[in-house]
């Protein structure tokens, strides 16, 4: 997204409504449905207490806790977890945790957003006369109509949403303004509605319904699009979110109230299991093309998702909390992403997610338990940001902090019960927190077993080296890349394999490192010839979300070296420099096994073990930085974590 649109303007806040507020923007499908059937009556006592405890969950939980405080939050325009844990990890090692249960769990929770949203909008055309008989909530034809749109949407993540997305911000506002006007129209029928924003109506409830607390699961429901909120800062802008939710909140307040007054004003229901107030309230005339509407505004807030799972996924492997794998930029907008592997397996967790659940009221009895995890974990992060990063007075931040945990720790609370229903997937979640913790804690391991040593020494090594014609000449050109922040040292498994393993002469030794940035978008480069045209260190500043691509990079550090006079790449060889030809350049990429020669705990040795079973299935690394095959050589070295000792081995003489 152009940095023009995350200003305050008319445009960007219709393009905010389009990408920001799917999620969130169509829980009215399904909230004050769940909350009637749970409730067990439609009463002006549950009908009230349920409204007032679902306007203050938006006005504390998204309206206080993400539109005021959390959106502060932005490393240089950028919002999600892992952009907050870029701005306070170097607070505390152990924040990695909360960010990679947070990510987990949101990621988690995704596979069912869309089919929930999907099927209560396509549920609504059995309140049309003609069809009744033939779209019955979880029949095969509902089934298949859902299955068949979820394919087409992930079908079509590959192509882009940039055509597309241009149709998204008017279609929601067109969603939003519906949402309000058949509010509007009920509420005149019942103005006494209004006294459901007082919160005692929800206290009451909450204290005196048999099952009051545990009605928290379902007003969960409204606000489970708040943390996909934050995440996608980045899109839009600050201010847009902040002003375009003035009028989603009042849209989405006005119809929860015509439903509330709906249901007050019915007297020919003694239960309503199996109603849907939402559709309820729209005019005869007009549900068909209701439907459809909010068939499109549930396709939207599918798509917001996957990006969003996506755009979650590449900062992971930018961070280190996941194996790399590829990742394709299908338009020229930036930001904008596919992942194939992400993509079809949130196709085939949504696919089965619908034909397990099958109805729409299925699916919010396991919908939210994750979500407020997420949420427990994002509070944890901002905690620190409050207090270390703004600076704001202790006691004040404890104030915030408290009231959120105990917001959200009674949201977990209720939705834990949802944990027997849902556990047809919690297998996608714990393998989902499971590799990020394997991958984050095996390359701390990994890392401990980094040798450095000062360059300086081995300077008059390569030399020598360089200028024995004896030794074959291995490249001209011959690269590294290197883990070594400082300068002055490299890895000793470097210096190995240059010298050692075979010695591999060249004319220009490279050493290239590459250092992430927190700030998401960050491209700069430096160079440092620590060997006048013979041993020369580049360093790549990037940003977490920029991909690696170091063939592409590299090369243009050499064309801009070249412009300046700093590089001569005419190829050293005497037939070939007459005719301005240029050089060889070779990558040499070094990938480790785990040695035989190990003597480690149960605990490091199910980690790496785990950590090198996955990296079997990512990308190899040279396939991740970018690097041409033709171009690269990979040398396969041992990790030695813990070595085998104390081996008694007894030679025994053999008779002469």
């Known amino acids: 997204m152009n940095s023009h649109v995350r200003k305050l303007s008319a445009a960007g806040v219709l393009i905010t409504l389009g990408i920001i507020f799917g999620d969130i923007g169509t829980s009215p499908l399904y909230t004050f449905q769940t909350l009637l059937k749970e409730g067990g009556n439609g009463s002006e006592f549950l009908v009230l ?39 306070v990890r170097r607070y505390g090692k152990w924040l990695a945790i909360p960010s990679i249960i947070g990510a987990g769990t949101l990621l988690a929770d995704g596979i069912i957003t869309p089919p929930i949203s999907v099927t209560s909008a396509i549920e609504g055309l059995g ?109 839009c802008g600050r201010k847009n979110i902040q002003v375009s939710w003035i009028f989603v909140k009042t849209t989405l307040v006005l119809n929860y109230l015509g439903q509330g007054a709906w249901v007050l004003t019915q007297h020919k229901y003694t239960s309503f299991a199996g109603v849907n107030p939402f559709f309820e309230i729209v005019p005869r005339f007009f549900l068909i093309p209701s439907i459809g509407i909010a068939t499109m505004a549930t396709i939207i807030a599918s798509q917001a998702l996957i990006s969003g799972s996506f755009t979650l996924i590449s900062e992971a492997v930018s961070m280190n909390f996941w194996p790399r794998i590829t990742i ?37 009895a396991a919908y939210g338990f994750s979500i407020t995890v997420a949420m427990l974990m994002t509070t944890v992060l901002m905690y620190y940001f409050m207090r270390y990063v703004k600076h704001w ?49 095996a390359r701390k391991i990994n890392n401990r077993f980094l040798n450095f040593v000062d360059l300086k020494e081995y300077i008059p090594m390569l030399n020598a080296m360089s200028r024995d014609q004896g ?82 990079l590299f090369r243009k550090v050499v064309e801009d070296m070249i412009s300046r006079g700093d590089l001569d790449i005419t190829s050293k060889y005497e037939s070939l420099s007459s005719y301005n030809l240029p050089a060889d350049f070779q990558f040499i990429i070094m990938e480790k096994f785990l040695s035989y020669n190990n003597n480690f705990s149960v605990k490091e040795g199910f980690i790496l073990n785990s ?33 085998l000792s104390n081996i008694k081995l007894k030679r025994v003489e053999v008779p002469a």
């Open 611 to 643: 950590y090198f079973a996955i990296k079997g299935l990512a990308q190899s690394e040279a396939k991740a930085f970018g690097l041409d095959t033709s171009e690269t050589r990979i040398e396969k070295i041992p990790l030695v974590v813990n070595p």
């Open 471 to 552: 030794i074959p000449k291995y490249a001209t050109h011959l690269i590294y890349l290197t883990k070594a922040n400082n300068s002055k040292q490299i890895e000793q498994k470097i210096i190995y394999s240059i010298l050692s393993r075979k010695p591999k002469r060249a004319d220009v030794y490279w050493f290239v490192h590459i250092e992430r940035m927190d700030d998401p978008f960050t491209m700069e480069y430096s160079v440092q010839e620590l060997e006048d045209d013979k041993v020369i260190r580049v360093e790549f500043r990037l940003g977490f979300r920029i991909q690696p691509r170091i063939n592409v």
């Open 127 to 235: 309140l049309v006369p003609s069809l009744a008989k033939d779209f019955v909530p979880g029949n095969m034809l509902i089934l298949g109509i859902v299955i068949g749109i979820l394919l087409l949407l992930f079908f079509f993540q590959q192509f882009g949403t940039n055509v597309v997305g241009a149709l998204f911000g008017p279609v929601m506002l067109i969603w939003f303004v519906m949402l309000g006007t058949l509010g509007i129209l009920q509420v005149c029928h019942y103005p006494e509605i209004f006294k459901a924003l007082n919160p005692m109506y929800g206290f009451h409830l909450l204290t005196e319904h048999p099952r009051g607390f545990w009605l928290l699961g379902a007003v969960f429901l409204c606000t489970t699009g708040a943390e996909a909120l934050y995440s996608d800062l980045g899109h």
């Open 328 to 364: 394709k930029y299908p338009s020229n907008i930036r930001g904008q992403i596919y992942i194939p592997s992400i993509n079809w397996i949130l196709c085939f967790g949504c696919i089965a997610v619908s034909i397990y659940f099958r109805t729409s009221e299925a699916m919010t």
């Open 393 to 441: 007075p202790l006691w004040l931040v404890v104030i915030i902090v408290c009231m959120f945990l105990s917001v959200e720790f009674s949201f977990f609370v209720a939705n834990a019960v949802k944990l027997l229903k849902r556990l047809f997937f919690l297998v996608f979640e714990v393998g989902l927190i499971f590799t990020m913790y394997i991958w984050y804690r």
């Open 49 to 87: 207490g349920s409204i007032s405890c679902v306007f203050w969950t938006l006005t504390l939980q998204t309206t206080f806790k993400y539109i005021f405080i959390t959106l502060q939050a932005d490393n240089r325009g950028e919002g999600g977890i892992f952009s907050l844990y870029a701005l």
